[in-house]
């Protein structure tokens, strides 16, 4: 199976992730969105699938899926360090330039 990272890597699973954020779509309003193919996006939400950061929902024909939110945690604790880092850089740059004004 594959992880949150590997699947995160693609930017259309990104993009599908994002619309996913307001509401639950059918894979055929998700390929008008993108651009894509209906069995293409299709491929991209069996991996989003398979990481669990999508759920589908039967109802008669169609199947909606929406977003599951949990396994981005691994990924939000992975970047917890990143954004120190770049927090601690951000604050001595505008300590300078109010140091340092132009």
């Not at 894979?27 to 209906?38: I, K, M, N, T």
């Not at 069996?46 to 669990?52: D, S, T, V, Y």
Request: glycine content about 4%.
């Amino acid at each position: 199976m594959a992880t949150a990272f590997t699947v995160l890597a693609d930017p259309h699973r990104r993009q599908i992730l994002d619309l996913l954020r307001t509401r639950e779509r059918v894979v055929g309003e998700l390929a008008d969105q993108l651009g894509l193919s209906q069995p293409g996006v299709s491929k991209h939400l069996r991996m989003l699938r398979e990481a669990g950061l999508v759920t589908v929902r039967h109802d008669a024909q169609r199947r909606w899926y929406g977003l599951c939110p949990e396994p981005l945690a691994e990924v939000d604790d992975w970047l917890a360090p990143y954004r120190a880092f770049w927090s601690d850089r951000l604050d001595a740059l505008e300590r300078y330039l109010e140091e340092n004004p132009q």
